[in-house]
């Protein structure tokens, strides 16, 4: 018997959440929910309904978990909690600093209703967050750096369309090489913003726009760009689909420490992700801990959960002794 | 009040341990077992009793958890089961095939007593085997490869020792730079031993021995050195003891797999260590994971378990919210 998945939602990261089920034999995609008309919505997945969110409440009790794919900024401070009085889920909200007031709004619905729910699953926050924790754990006297890309920034992306005379722009995160090989080399040094990530930006501009000129307003826009170094490429509307289509990203998470009874010794930990399809692969992550989300309900646990509360083992579907057979 | 811990041996694994445990303030040396002479060992604690194995179980209750020290081969296998009926115990048994055989025997042993056993702490099995399972749940379509090194491999080391004519021998294990390559860049090929890794060992001779014959005898060693491309340096003992006495090790766990719906779309996830002391990180990692123990066992968990078991909160000394603040 599969595990039984609702998405609330059908954008990019629903899409990714979708072809993760189809990878995946013991999960099953029973509903998408949706605010649009559910004509209007045609699944990769055949003989799924996809149904209005006016009637999500029917689905009560035929679902092991939903699975929330709206925005952090608006969309799940809402619906987190709200559905979590009627199903386990699970959500990818990434605002960090607003989490500690997300998770207790979490806790309480899913406490009271006697339902388990999963905040902040994904990469960063999520395998990023393991990695850290991880690796903070074993290196105490230490330091960790997250860099992030190469890839694209949906919101910087979006702030550069914002400019007056842009038809379309695309924006990359660039970790720079000289502050990863710094962490590399032992160094614990306190970077400013500029040396650890610069940005690269491809704009496609309105006809008659002035490349100076806008060029100038997105280097310059504050909590942007401003404190970065920042390439512009103006391209045409052809190269930007032909070239700049995808949604790659990707990073490092890396801890420098020292270990022996004067900190002698230098240890290093990094991992790194270098991904082609950031969507599928945060939808990936998500499949795998809605499992877990599953595992762990059965078990009889409730209120809001992180990556932090969750064993290895409910991620996998192999058996605990298939897994010490295999991956032990 | 701290977590106590007992070593019970003091070879380089312990020694490991020990400067561990004086980086973690919650956690505090009780007391060190030996079965040599407890006035011939020399901690580099002060204040802690040297004991004799004889007199463990004169311990028992006044120990959160002890950590075994010993090898795989001999000790462990009939240790961890034995101190498991009278104590939380963690050890870093490492021999693969052998890992169900004494996960039973542990388990068995613990469950009866009620204490709680983790075996196979460190980094291979350990962290890389964490590595793993998180790799292989998010990317089911995929293959992982782990590669080892640049290390000293003590067993290699110790079987260049064995070669008529050898005074000493250090040998390392080096990654094939080519494999590594090939993997990240998305291909999962069926290496041959020889393909994934090189060895290079460093010799001291006996006077008058034979260097063409050492050499041969050492490159086709079967089970050790048949296998790989081998380079064998001669050099002095001066250089030996200046160039090759630390431990370092470290290693690779690459997860290359492919997500979206035909499988279109390349992802690639990186676990790497660069260590320059072997067993001091080794140490390092079980101390986090004596803290688990030790906080899984206060939840009433018994039994055996392993790095699959341990949700990534137990191994931080820190509160879940400043976890969730400031690694989520």
Redesign the interface.
Known sequence: MSIKLGLLGYGNLAR?IE??I???PDLELSVVFTRRDPASIHL?TEQVPVVSIEDVLQWQGKLDVLMLCGGSATDLPVQTPEYAKYFNVIDSFDT?PR??EH?AAVDQAASKSGHLAMI?GGWD?G?F??????S??????GRHYTFWGKGVSQGHSDAARRVEGVKDARSYTIPVDEAMERV?AGAHPDFTAREMHKREVFVVLEEGADPAKVEQEIKTMPNYYADYDVTVHFISEEEMQREHA?LPH?GFVIRSGN???NGE?????????????NP??T???L??YA?AVYRLGKEGKTGCI????????Y???KS??E???T??
Chains 1, 2 share one sequence.
């Open positions: 990714g072809s993760a189809r990878q995946n990769h960090h989490i500690p998770f902040s926050p395998l967050s393991v990695a850290r924790i991880y903070e754990s074993v290196l105490p006297q590399r995808e990707g270990t022996g009874l010794h230098h240890e290093l930990v990094e991992f790194g992700l270098t991904l082609d399809s599928e692969f939808g990936s992550v499949a795998a499992r992180t990556v932090f509360d969750v064993a290895p083992k991620l996998n579907p605990a002794e897994q010490r057979h991956l032990l």
